[in-house]
Structures are given as structure tokens and as C-alpha cells.
């Protein structure tokens, strides 16, 4: 029996668990929006990359898809950057980008996007305006299969106004098990060479979170007794940064990373892309000597890596395999545990040593914590090591703006509070997000770390001898008024005494008491990023 394309899309959204909407809506999405159902909710962001970004936290607490609404080309010429890092971060979201009429798309509309089904690519999964309105919903329900099939992650389409109204067949959801296997002979010839191996180690990427592997890798390490890194600039952790075999967070400088694997004889790199650099240094990706197998569910990814040899797989089958193919190494010696940092030292001003070591005795296990503070990451990864699965969150890919929404949508999708630490210029790209935090009563806790400005471009200078960098400097800025402004409570400390009060009064909130933010003043940092290391 026929439906309209509107209510087609809204029982699909209803039977697959799509029931909440982020978005910023216009006169092209008007349609989409009429008789909107009572058990769905809308959650306006101020500017589409929120919304998508929120969406995007959404997604990762639930597990499902998102639906975000963004309005014809403009919207989504706003929101590009966070659908860059959700497409990155394979975060399965299905966006809806509303278009003019049909019948004015000849004449180049006010608001008509031209080739919409291009504009968001290479950065989406799947991108399509349907030739007939009477196609949407089918083509809703395939981008939405198509978002949640490993790799996952966002795909597009755009929907013309009028196309909402037209009589269409209602779309049933299907069943889609995407997980998929490695060749047993693959499998076998990996076991055999960690079996042979004098000292392994494992690479964990984000696709372990991604894909709830995490147990069945710390199985793998502890029959193994390999130690374990987390991948270059990764946007979640995988594994529990408190057992005694991690080893921390590998650098994004290919020296620095060859010297870290070049004790290894055998590396496995578990849905990581491993080779993540972030500046040039002319160097071989490994050492001479250290043998890198890699398996992922991305084709693709296989086939750019340098070197080593690739397993096209999803995790949690081969990891499992892979457990139970290898011997179980008791006369290998077991990793080194890494050294704890020196507590951070009393100074005249405010460290971000001190905020860590102060935040990692309040937090309470199973806290999600969301970062962005790209100036303080190494030091975050050093002293405030994550346990649970899904407990931490980035960008793993660097368009700024990504943490503050991500930890509104996180916190919405349920857990308890979220903690979101981020850096002053991070939050200037999207601190309008914290206006739906405070209407939806998002129970986050920020910790802004105030620099005065873009603190890693700084950083990233001084690298290169550049002693000062135009247009890094951020001055005059009361956070805590603008959060007020917002409705998100805001206060600010400015001196290692008034510290551990301000953050027990800010982490003690209950869930129902919504956002706040606290403004850490930090003073300047002259180090460079990527210092070389020394163990």
C-alpha cells in the first residue's frame, strides 16, 4: 500500500532506531519536517557542523546511525569540515540535505545546489539525489545500510523539496551481517609468525573501539605477551591504557615512529592505519628487521600502507582466530610496563600537567572522556590513561570544532556524565553547541585549557625555527560569560590553589544538572610538538 515519501522515511527511521534528529533547518527541509512525530525529538545546533558533530557523538554512544538534516548546498558547505572527521573516524551518520523543487532546478534556484550527489564527496560513503521523488525512501534505506556496513561511516543524500509529498511504497528494514572473516590460510600464516617471534607487539587502531574488539586483543597480547601502542593521532584508545603491557601513543613523525616498533621483530597492526604522519621527516617507515602485518576491514587502506603484509578482515572474528591459533608464550619475556610521568611540579602558574594529574584522581572509572586540545594531547595520553571501552574520543583526523558537540551528543545518547577537555581555540569553532547542551541538559563537564591562542600552530612553528606565527594569538575572551550566555554555567580559575575546588565543584555534578564549563588559565608554552624521545 503507497504512504508519501515522508512518511515512508519516518516509519524506516522508526523501526532502525533513528528517532533523534540533529540538524539546522530551512525552507527547503520544510516538508521533511510537517507532522513531525511525537516520539521523535529535534535537536537544533546552531550551525551545521554541530549538528553533524553532535550527530556524530550520538552515533558513537548508541551504536546506530544518525540522521542529521542539513539545509541545500549552503548547509552543507557549513558542515564539510565535521563530516571530514566523522568520514575519517567511521562514524556511520545518514545526511539529509534538503534541494529546491524539481521544477526549478533548471532555472538555478535561490538555494538549489548544483550537482549536490558531488559536493560532499570523497568524504562520504555514499552520495545520490534519487531521479523520482517515489525513490527516496528506497534510497534512504540503502544509504543507511551502506553507513553501517564496515568501513562505516556517513553517506549523503539530497531530497528536493517537493519530493516529501509524493506517494511512495513503504521500504521494510533488512538484515545486513557485515562482519566478514580473513582466509584461514592468512590467519594461520600470522600465528605462525608470532609463534617464531622474539619480541611482537601490537598497533591498535580506532576500528578496535569501532568495533567492540577490545577483549578479544587483550586476549591476543596476553597469549602473546606483546606489548601494545595505540596508533598515531588515533580518534578513540581499544585498549585498557592501564595494563601493564601498553606502551603509550605512537608519534606522527616517521622517525620518532620507526625508532618507537624498531624493537620489534613482528608487528601487528589491529584496524589501524598506522603510518598517520602529521609532519615530514625523510625516514623509512620501519626499521630494518621488523616485520608489520596488518588487518583491517578497508580494502583501501590495505593497499596504500607501504609496506607489510595485509589481512582484509573485520576484528572480531580474527582476533578471536587468531587467539586461538597461537601458542600461548610463557617463556617470553613480558613487556616492560611503562614508566609513569613525575607528578607535575608547584609553580607559579597553572600547568596542564597539574589539571591532568588533578583530573585522573577525581574521574571515576567508566568516565568517557572526550579531548581536544591538540596543544596538550601527548601529555593527556601520559597522565590520564583511559580503561573502559568507549571511553575515550577525538578527532582523528584534525578539523577543529569536532570535541564540544561530539561530547553533547555522547552525553545524550546515555552513560552518565561526560567529561570533554579542549583547548581554547578548539572550542571557538563550535562553542554555540553549548546553547543546545544547556536547552537539552547534556550532563557535560568541560575543562577548557585557555592558552591564548592556537598553542600547537605555535608549537608546530617553533619546530621549523619560526619564532613567532601571525594569527595565533587569542586574547580578551571570558569564557565563563560566554558559556553563561549560552545557558551553560561557567566559571574560571586562575591559580593552582583555586584548582582541585573548581574541578571537584564541576566533575561532582549529577546527570540531571546539564552542562558547565570550567575555564583553566594556562600560561604560555614555548616546547615544540614531537620532541624526540627518550625512555
Not at 613480558?334 to 589539571?355: F, K, M, N, Q, Y
Amino acid at each position: 500500500m503507497s504512504t508519501t515519501v515522508r512518511q515512508a522515511v519516518v516509519e524506516f527511521c522508526r523501526a532502525t532506531g533513528m528517532t533523534t534528529v540533529f540538524g539546522n533547518p530551512g525552507s527547503t527541509e520544510l516538508r521533511m519536517l510537517r507532522d513531525w512525530p511525537d516520539d521523535f525529538r529535534y535537536l537544533l545546533g546552531l550551525q551545521e557542523s554541530t549538528a553533524v558533530a553532535m550527530a556524530a557523538g550520538h552515533a558513537l554512544g548508541t551504536g546506530r546511525a544518525a540522521l542529521v538534516g542539513l539545509h541545500s548546498a549552503g548547509g552543507v558547505g557549513h558542515a564539510l569540515g565535521a563530516v571530514f572527521n566523522a568520514f575519517r573516524d567511521r562514524v556511520p551518520l545518514v545526511i539529509v540535505a534538503g534541494q529546491q523543487s524539481r521544477a526549478l532546478l533548471p532555472l538555478r534556484p535561490f538555494l538549489g545546489a548544483d550537482e549536490p550527489a558531488q559536493f560532499p564527496r570523497p568524504y562520504v560513503k555514499f552520495s545520490r539525489q534519487p531521479e523520482r521523488g517515489a525513490d527516496v525512501p528506497a534510497a534512504f534505506a540503502e544509504a543507511h545500510r551502506v553507513a553501517m556496513t564496515h568501513p562505516r561511516g556517513p553517506v549523503f543524500l539530497s531530497v528536493p523539496e517537493d519530493d516529501w509529498d509524493q506517494e511512495a511504497e513503504p521500504v521494510a528494514p533488512r538484515t545486513v551481517h557485515g562482519e566478514f572473516g580473513a582466509a584461514p590460510e592468512a590467519l594461520a600464516g600470522l600465528a605462525a609468525a608470532l609463534d617464531a617471534a622474539r619480541r611482537p607487539a601490537l598497533v591498535v587502531g580506532p576500528a578496535v573501539d569501532d568495533e567492540r574488539a577490545g577483549p578479544g586483543v587483550a586476549e591476543l597480547a596476553e597469549r602473546t605477551r606483546a606489548a601494545v601502542w595505540i596508533s598515531p593521532l588515533s580518534g578513540r584508545s581499544g585498549f585498557d591504557e592501564r595494563h601493564p603491557y601498553f606502551q603509550g601513543f605512537l608519534p606522527p613523525v616517521a622517525d620518532q615512529l620507526a625508532a618507537r616498533l624498531a624493537p620489534y621483530d613482528v608487528v601487528v597492526a589491529l584496524g589501524a592505519p598506522v603510518f598517520t604522519y602529521h609532519v615530514r621527516v625523510s625516514a623509512p617507515p620501519l626499521a630494518p628487521g621488523t616485520a608489520l602485518y596488518h588487518l583491517d576491514c578497508d580494502p583501501g587502506q590495505a593497499a596504500w600502507l607501504p609496506v607489510g603484509t595485509s589481512i582484509v578482515t573485520t576484528l572480531r572474528p580474527a582476533v578471536r582466530a587468531l587467539a586461538g591459533l597461537v601458542r600461548k608464550a610463557d617463556g617470553r619475556p613480558e613487556p616492560v610496563p611503562r614508566a609513569a610521568p613525575a607528578p607535575a611540579g608547584a609553580g607559579p602558574g597553572i600547568s596542564p600537567e597539574l589539571v591532568l594529574d588533578l583530573l585522573r584522581e577525581r574521574l571515576s572509572p567508566g568516565t568517557v572522556l572526550v579531548e581536544e586540545a591538540p596543544s596538550h594531547r601527548d601529555a593527556l595520553h601520559a597522565r590520564l590513561p583511559v580503561g573502559a571501552e568507549g571511553g575515550f574520543l577525538t578527532t582523528g583526523s584534525g578539523a577543529l570544532g569536532w570535541g564540544l558537540p561530539l561530547a553533547v551528543g555522547r552525553a545524550l545518547a546515555g552513560g552518565g556524565r561526560v567529561v570533554c577537555v579542549l583547548g581554547d581555540g578548539s572550542a571557538l569553532y563550535s562553542v554555540q553547541a553549548l546553547w543546545t547542551a544547556a536547552r537539552h541538559r547534556a550532563p557535560v563537564s568541560y575543562v577548557l585549557l585557555d592558552n591564548g591562542g592556537y598553542g600547537a600552530v605555535r608549537a608546530l612553528g617553533r619546530r621549523i625555527g619560526m619564532d613567532a606565527v601571525p594569527g595565533t594569538d587569542i586574547a580578551g575572551i571570558d569564557f565563563a560569560a560566554l558559556a553563561g550566555a549560552f545557558g551553560c554555567p561557567g566559571a574560571s580559575v586562575e591559580t593552582p590553589e583555586e584548582l582541585p575546588g573548581a574541578l571537584d565543584r564541576v566533575l561532582a555534578l549529577s546527570p540531571d544538572e546539564g552542562p558547565a564549563l570550567l575555564r583553566v588559565r594556562l600560561p604560555a608554552d614555548d616546547s615544540p610538538l614531537y620532541e624526540p624521545w627518550a625512555r
